[in-house]
Every structure is written in C-alpha cells, then in structure tokens.
C-alpha cells in the first residue's frame, strides 16, 4: 500500500511538471483565431486575432478588418464562425480592430496591466501566409520601447525580437504567464526578428471604450 501511495505521488508530481510546462503556449494558442477578409473591394486578405471575451468577441489589428465587407473567423479546434459584427477605429497612436462571432464559453486571453522590463520573455501567436499555418507560436525578448514608425503611422510601438510573418498581423504578444501584452501590427520588411505592436495599456483604452460604446448602442 505504502508503495502505491509513492507511486501515486510520483505520477502526479511527473504529471504536473508537463502540464505546467505546456499551459502557457497552449493557453495562447487555443485562443489565437485565423481571419479571412473578403473586403468591400473585391480583394481578399488574412490575418490573426484572439479572443478577450469568452462570448466571442475578437480583438485584432484595425488594418485587417479595415473596409472589410465580410469575415469568417476560424478557432484553434478549427470550428468556422462568420462575423456578426466587426469595428475598427481611429485611437490615437493605435491600430486595433474587434470581431464579434457568436459563441459561448470559448478560451480567453486577459490583457497584462503589469510593467515590462527590456529582455523580458515573450511569445508571439499568429496565422503566417494563410490557413496551412495557423497558430504559429515563436519565443523571443522586449528588444525596445517607445518606437515611432511613421511608415505604420503609430508611435509609442513596442519592439520584440521574435520572428513574424505576413499573416500574423492582429496577433497577440503574451509574457510568460500568457497574458497579453500587446498586439502585433507590422514586421520590418527585409528584417527578420523586428516585430511591431501595439501596446497593452492602448489595448485597453480601445477595448474599455468600444464596450462602452457598445453599452450605449454607438456600436451596431
């Protein structure tokens, strides 16, 4: 019996490490989602986003959803929604989107008031160059802060030096404990390593007024 017990213990002890060590990219992959934009124009486009409210709102980058005229949004299990609702709008020194698809009790990211230092950790979530890539997970460190691009019309961007692709666009930037931290808008072109987002505190600014917005019906 005794021996049992110690078995018992070791199990679990054995099985906590690795569900430990794999939460946190599983966390953020499972509530990374793939957008496909067919666009007022006739042109189409991808991008990525993830869920903050578990009755499926989506936020994104404001480009991706940009003159969209429709949008189908794809989970990490793969299940198809079409948006009932998208938004993007002009905050300052931002560019963020939200999708509304309707369902319930789907996997949530919550945004990270805490305080980044250079070098910290980071993982970038995102669907590179279509549906064959979806939740693409890279690793890499804050490389610097308060950047200003004026070729992406935004200032006070955040730099990380994990990889991204076109694709990921509207992904977020989690630390280690899989919170976000910011949402990824651009790469330098030519530069591989160069990530671009928007901050965590912008981020949630743009969410705290589009559900306000919402409340009071500005929002259809």
């Given at each position: 019996m005794k021996r049992l017990i110690i078995i018992v213990c070791m199990l679990m002890?054995?099985?906590?490490?690795?569900?430990?060590?794999?939460?946190?990219?599983?966390?953020?992959?499972?509530?990374?989602?793939?957008?496909?934009?067919?666009?007022?124009?006739?042109?189409?486009?991808?991008?990525?986003?993830?869920?903050?409210?578990?009755?499926?709102?989506?936020?994104?980058?404001?480009?991706?959803?940009?003159?969209?005229?429709?949008?189908?949004?794809?989970?990490?299990?793969?299940?198809?929604?079409?948006?009932?609702?998208?938004?993007?709008?002009?905050?300052?020194?931002a560019d963020i989107g939200f999708i509304k698809i309707e369902a319930n009790n789907l996997p949530v990211l919550r945004l990270s008031k805490e305080r980044l230092k250079l070098g910290d950790i980071v993982y970038i979530c995102g669907c590179p160059f279509g549906k064959d890539l979806t939740q693409t997970l890279t690793k890499g460190i804050i490389a610097g802060f308060n950047r200003d691009i004026s070729e992406l019309g935004s200032k006070n961007l955040l730099q990380v030096d994990a990889q991204s692709w076109p694709g990921n666009s509207?992904?977020?930037?989690?630390?280690?404990?899989?919170?976000?931290?910011?949402?990824?808008?651009?790469g330098m072109y030519g530069c591989d390593g160069i990530s671009l987002c928007t901050t965590v505190n912008v981020c949630i600014v743009a969410l705290d007024k589009y559900l306000l917005e919402m409340s009071f019906g500005e929002i259809k």
């Open positions: 002890i054995v099985g906590g490490c690795v569900f430990n060590s794999n939460n946190v990219p599983e966390k953020i992959v499972r509530s990374t989602v793939f957008v496909e934009v067919e666009s007022i124009y006739g042109e189409f486009w991808s991008g990525s986003g993830f869920i903050v409210k578990e009755d499926g709102l989506i936020m994104t980058a404001g480009h991706v959803v940009n003159n969209a005229k429709t949008i189908r949004v794809i989970l990490s299990d793969g299940v198809v929604f079409e948006a009932a609702s998208f938004y993007s709008k002009d905050y300052p020194d509207g992904g977020p930037i989690c630390d280690e404990e899989g919170n976000v931290v910011g949402i990824l808008i651009s």
